[in-house]
């Protein structure tokens, strides 16, 4: 199963809010609402921030917020602090026991 | 807490085998499945199989099918991760992670703090 098509990159001001999309198939994110979105540090280990399409988990700040619609889930973070500078990645349950990560986003706070 | 610490980092030699460990606390082992995920230097995040430490049920990533074996010792509350003969190509970060859901994969909710895997000759 191929990765779910994330872009390289995306970039925004502090206190801008920047969108990253996540584009799968009708057989991983156009099928099931199980996408998830992980934070990565640089050295750190990934951190859940969304899952189930657009729940936050207990302590994930509400500027971090997602959506979907159809094959393309989408990944919204308001109101940018330097803390956000990450790397992001989408997953989906890709059906018959299969998970799928997208391939990534380098999130630049400039 | 929910907590899995993960073992240290490892130098093999191409040809060698090895096994890393992911040992979880502050809630119940046997209950979730626990999934293994790579990720190569520079690279994202790959999905490789989750073993439900219960009974030992494990599922593969048609990717890593072969190539690796789960297993989990249940009272010990440790899962696994073993390679019978590694490649350069398998040096990478491995995490392990707690699973949500069963019938359907959904998220990780708590991850290792990786192991770090170097084959090198």
């Known amino acids: 199963q191929s990765a779910l098509t994330q872009p390289p990159s995306a970039s925004g001001s502090p206190g801008q809010s920047v969108t990253i999309s996540c584009t799968g198939t009708s057989s991983d994110v156009g099928g099931y609402n199980y996408v998830s979105w992980y934070q990565q540090h640089p050295g750190k280990a990934p951190k859940l921030m969304i899952y189930?399409?657009?729940k936050r988990p207990s302590g994930v700040p509400d500027r971090f917020s997602a959506s979907k619609s159809g094959k393309t889930a989408s990944l919204t973070v308001s109101g940018l602090q330097a803390e956000d500078e990450a790397d992001y990645y989408c997953?989906?349950?890709?059906?018959?026991?299969?998970?799928?990560f997208g391939g990534g986003t380098k999130l630049t706070v400039l | 807490e929910v907590q899995l610490v993960q073992s240290g980092a490892e130098v093999k030699k191409p040809g060698e085998s090895l096994r890393i460990s992911c040992k979880g606390s502050?809630?119940?082992?046997?209950?979730?499945?626990i999934g293994w995920v790579r990720q190569m230097p520079g690279k994202g995040l790959e999905w490789m199989g989750i073993i439900y430490p219960g009974d030992s049920d494990t599922r593969y990533s048609p990717s890593f099918q072969g190539q690796v074996t789960m297993s989990a010792d249940k009272y010990i509350s440790s899962a696994y991760l073993r390679w019978s003969s590694l490649k350069a190509s398998d040096t990478a970060m491995y995490y392990c992670?707690?699973?949500?859901?069963?019938?359907?994969?959904?998220?990780?909710?708590?991850w290792g703090q990786g192991t770090l895997v170097t084959v090198s000759s």
């Open positions: 189930e399409v657009s």
């Open positions: 997953s989906s349950y890709g059906g018959n026991n299969n998970l799928v």
């Open positions: 502050g809630y119940s082992f046997t209950n979730y499945w």
């Open positions: 992670a707690r699973l949500r859901g069963a019938t359907t994969l959904r998220y990780f909710d708590y």
